[in-house]
């Protein structure tokens, strides 16, 4: 199973590089929305208190939003998707296959992202790599799971594009939740690790539960 | 009158009763609270807010069972038309 | 409608206008005075909030294993009563913090996961309503997300903030007013089967009444 999801990513991979259209509008569009958190929020040229870390998840939220859409946009316009689904491929690993290939597309804008963001607000936000690395992926995969999921079920609905966000949003409040406090907490000058740590077990935990979930209920819902 | 219009025409009016036995009740000023609980300034009164809400419950309510009688009675109707047309043998 | 229907209906009825003078019979409470009097409604239509969200979530996990119709159109009953009672709920809560918490909202663990909760089963129904022909699949698919997320969504917002009451106060209350609100838990639960059973029956109308339909173009051709 593994090995076709691979191949499924492979395949997002080829079409992406060649066209780069998702890769640069999704990183486009985070840089904007952070261009107008700035305007925003900024003032006297001193951002809020910890005003960093919100800006950087919802960018990496809304970003991830579109992206999503864009993604399997493109799988309903060429039917792949159901060509997928009637192929002999285990349902699960077309699940994977997009799931990766939007984690990585996610996780390189939020490497440009997070530059920029402590550019922009003077925050300490490459403090601590590390824990950062893990809160963000980790934030990233749960969100991701949950929006490849709605959105591979959506593809055939009707007013898809705002379902999207309706469904999503609210779905993924304990990832920015846990994403925004664990940030803000490797921000602050003198680290408390403990705290660090539990955000980052309640995103691993949900991450662990939701991809689960998502396996099980995948072949459930894409009845079409 | 369909059953369902009986049965919320009655239950709107033991509503209404229960307002009135509500209103009735000798106006109570809630006791105020010591004066370090709430800002001096902001004394309310308990009243308002408990008969708004009480209010706002019965209302909700209300108007859901309403929404729920008129769907009803809505689906019956078309069920009715469509068993007499299909009586009459012909098409929907 | 099933026999039992009417005479339950009656008594919820009843029970419903006698509440506010059960509730007048109540002790005050000694520092929230008369506005606590608003816990008689407001925790009951918390309980049938949680009720009815755990009714949806049960219901499209049944539907998604057997494809029974019966439980979709349960589902869909139930998120439409978690709705109904969670704004009762998420007014009627405010209404009484202003008097004893000093201002409306306040974005505690408690309050925060029932609006998130709420906001879910919004989405379901707009799901449902928009989401085109296919869309009861979909739906219990979120009702499940929503159902697992619970537990998250509490203890996220738990850990960012806390300032509401403790649950133990239900066990402790002296019987002058665990009667009363006793007597509103059974009188809204008996609403809630009610109104279940109603909006399952309209459901079951229209579902028939599609079948109808479908059956009439065939006989016409």
């Known amino acids: 199973m593994m090995r076709v999801a691979w191949l499924i990513v492979r395949k997002d991979l080829t079409v992406e590089v060649r066209s780069r259209e998702i890769a640069y509008t999704t990183l486009f569009f985070a840089v904007s929305c952070v261009l107008v958190f700035a305007f925003a929020l900024v003032r006297d040229g001193r951002a809020p208190e910890d005003g960093a870390a919100g800006i950087l998840w919802i960018a990496v939220m809304l970003a991830g939003n579109l992206t999503l859409g864009r993604t399997f946009e493109r799988e309903r316009q060429s039917e792949t998707l159901r060509a997928l689904l009637l192929g002999p491929a285990p349902r699960a690993a077309v699940y994977v296959g997009k799931l990766l290939g939007i984690l990585a597309l996610l996780i390189g804008a939020e490497v440009a992202l997070v530059p920029l963001v402590a550019l922009l607000f003077q925050a300490r936000l490459l403090a601590h790599p590390l824990w950062l690395s893990a809160i963000l992926v980790s934030g990233t995969v749960g969100f991701a799971a949950v929006g490849t999921l709605f959105a591979a079920m959506l593809v055939r609905a009707r007013s898809r594009d705002v379902l999207l966000p309706v469904l999503l949003y609210p779905m993924t409040v304990p990832v920015i939740i846990a994403g925004v406090r664990g940030t803000a907490a490797l921000m602050q000058p003198d680290l408390e690790v403990g705290v660090v740590q539990f955000w980052l077990a309640l995103l691993l935990c949900f991450d662990a539960v939701f991809v689960t979930l998502a396996l099980w209920t995948f072949e459930a819902v894409m009845t079409d | ?92 | 409608m099933p026999k039992w229907f009417l005479p339950l209906a009656l008594v919820c009825g009843l029970m419903f206008a006698a509440s506010p003078l059960v509730i007048a019979s109540a002790d005050y409470e000694s520092t929230m005075g008369l506005v606590q009097k608003i816990f008689y409604y407001h925790m009951p239509s918390a309980w049938m909030f949680l009720i009815s969200a755990i009714v949806c979530g049960v219901s499209s996990v049944r539907f998604l294993v057997t494809g029974d119709h019966r439980h979709d159109r349960t589902a869909l009953a139930a998120a439409e009563l978690t709705v109904l009672f969670g704004l009762i709920t998420l007014v009627t809560g405010p209404l009484w913090a202003r008097r004893a918490w000093g201002t409306f909202w306040v974005w505690d663990a408690r309050t925060t996961s029932s609006l998130v909760s709420w906001m879910i089963s919004w989405a379901y129904l707009i799901l449902r309503r928009y989401g085109g022909p296919g869309s009861e699949n979909l739906a219990a698919g979120l009702a499940i997300f929503g159902t697992a997320n619970v537990a998250f969504i509490y203890v996220s917002v738990n850990y960012w903030r806390t300032i509401h009451p403790a649950t133990t106060v239900v066990p402790k209350l002296p019987f002058s007013m665990g009667f009363p609100l006793w007597f509103c838990v059974a009188a809204f639960t008996l609403l809630f089967v009610l109104l279940l059973k109603l909006r399952v029956r309209v459901e079951e109308q229209q579902a028939r009444v599609d079948e109808l339909y479908l059956s009439l173009d065939d006989f016409g051709r």
Do not use: C, H
């Open chain 2, 1 to 92: 009158m369909t059953i369902f219009k009986r049965v919320s025409v009655l239950i709107s009016m033991i509503l209404l009763q229960a307002t009135l036995i509500l209103a009735q009740q000798p106006s109570q000023q809630g006791e105020f609270l010591p004066i370090d609980q709430l800002p001096p300034e902001d004394q309310l009164p308990a009243a308002p807010l408990l008969i708004a809400a009480y209010s706002f419950v019965l209302v909700v309510l209300f108007l859901y069972i309403v929404s729920l009688a008129r769907r009803l009675t809505s689906v019956q109707r078309e069920m009715d038309r469509l068993d007499a047309n299909i009586k009459q043998g012909g098409r929907a």
